[in-house]
């Protein structure tokens, strides 16, 4: 299986994964004070829904294009923006903003992205789609190496997306070490159970 996200983009498991992120962060600026986004495998920002990699696979058929015309929550009015974002005619999706877009079309003025992608190619789109975006980093490295270098974040609030490609034998070893070490250097900040229920609520709606 080719996981390189351009063949899965607006997938059913992209759906829920996206609205998740959005609910979240949405639930941290219910603070005025700032607060830093970690996506350690951010991939290349956007994708077309019509693309030869996209059309091999059409799992937008099962996932975003499943939602088109329907009356979704208010919960999800923050996820359906930006996907709209991107779409001049939101009922025919194109395109689909993976988590970098999803998040920086969320944030304040005061708050920080920072984004690490691995793949050359995909790290240098990723830089071009934030050309001179003050408020995101973009870096070509490794996933797990990132969480070493960004945490802890100045800002002390945040959120951490980690979502490998799991395309090696050893990825769920490498995401554990990465946790234990992510929560070493961020363990003075206590997991919001309450953010993370009302995310998972919104959802069972």
Not at 14 to 40: G, N, W, Y
Not at 117 to 134: G, K, V
Not at 190 to 195: G, L, S, T, Y
């Amino acid at each position: 299986m080719n996981y390189r996200h351009a063949y899965h983009a607006g997938s059913f498991a992209d759906v829920f994964k996206h609205a998740v992120l959005a609910l979240l962060i949405e639930a941290l600026k219910r603070k005025d004070t700032p607060f830093c986004a970690i996506d350690t495998h951010a991939g290349i920002g956007r994708y077309d829904l019509e693309s030869v990699e996209a059309s091999k696979t059409n799992e937008a058929d099962t996932g975003i294009r499943k939602l088109t015309g329907l009356t979704l929550p208010p919960e999800l009015a923050a996820y359906a923006g930006a996907v709209a974002a991107l779409n001049p005619d939101p009922s025919v999706p194109r395109w689909y903003p993976g988590s970098p877009l999803i998040v920086r079309h969320l944030l304040r003025p005061q708050d920080r992205l920072l984004l690490a992608e691995l793949h050359p190619a995909d790290a240098a789109q990723l830089a071009t789609e934030f050309h001179r975006d003050p408020q995101t980093l973009v870096r070509h490295m490794d996933g797990y190496v990132a969480l070493k270098a960004f945490l802890p974040p100045a800002e002390r609030r945040g959120v951490v997306l980690i979502d490998p490609p799991f395309e090696v034998t050893d990825e769920f070893a490498l995401l554990q070490k990465g946790l234990t070490d992510a929560w070493r250097r961020w363990g003075n900040v206590p997991f919001d159970v309450e953010i993370g229920r009302q995310a998972l609520l919104a959802l069972s709606r």
